[in-house]
């Protein structure tokens, strides 16, 4: 788990380009992405480890319904004022174990958040769980930086979800420089697994 304090954070949080997605070409980059990888029809999308709810936007604007949750309260308040009016809800909690109940969803998206958890096989097995029939797996991820690599390997992660799904799909993204607002030298990838 990382030591970062995340509601201090979450006053600049944005100000990357991947976070905010501010600049128009990140942001329409990131919204082709997840057209590809969210379902045609409107979908109850579980957004995991929110942040200021960037992508929960681009979700709730492709006609999906959102409930994102992060641990970082003033990430939450962010995440709820942007996307304000919307068919979304935001609850403070641990990605990990997402306050849901009994709740099941069509997507569980994560975005850069299964490396710093401290049991990754537990918690895509409770992530499975969280799925409706049909539903999809669609987690974002790296290895970042060359100097003190940290983060999660592709092949570790398709390895992670051989037991529980089906259908794995590995989508390189280091090498479009849209996604991130600059080129990236590290490794960047979405896995899509299905049950």
């Known amino acids: 788990m990382t030591d970062t304090d995340w509601d201090a954070e979450a006053a600049t949080f944005d100000d990357e380009p991947d976070h905010g997605l501010r600049d128009p070409l990140v942001r329409e980059a990131w919204a082709a992405r997840l057209r590809s990888w969210l379902p045609d029809r409107p979908a109850d999308v579980l957004d995991l480890g929110c942040g200021t709810g960037s992508l929960s936007l681009l979700a709730s604007e492709q006609g999906h319904r959102v409930t994102g949750v992060d641990a970082s309260a003033v990430m939450v308040e962010h995440a709820r004022s942007k996307l304000a009016g919307r068919a979304a809800v935001f609850l403070v909690g641990d990605a990990a174990a997402p306050p849901v ?57 398709t390895a992670l979800l051989a037991p529980l799904a089906a259908d794995v799909r590995v989508e390189r993204l280091s090498g479009d420089a849209r996604l991130w607002g600059r080129e990236v030298e590290d490794e960047r990838y979405a896995v899509l697994a299905q049950p």
């Open 101 to 157: 109940g009994e709740e099941r969803f069509d997507v569980v998206l994560v975005r850069h958040v299964l490396w710093a958890l401290p049991d990754p096989a537990r918690v895509l097995r409770h992530w499975h769980g969280l799925l409706r029939d049909g539903g999809r797996l669609v987690l974002v991820e790296g290895v970042w930086g060359t100097v003190s690599p940290v983060g999660i390997p592709a092949d570790t992660l």
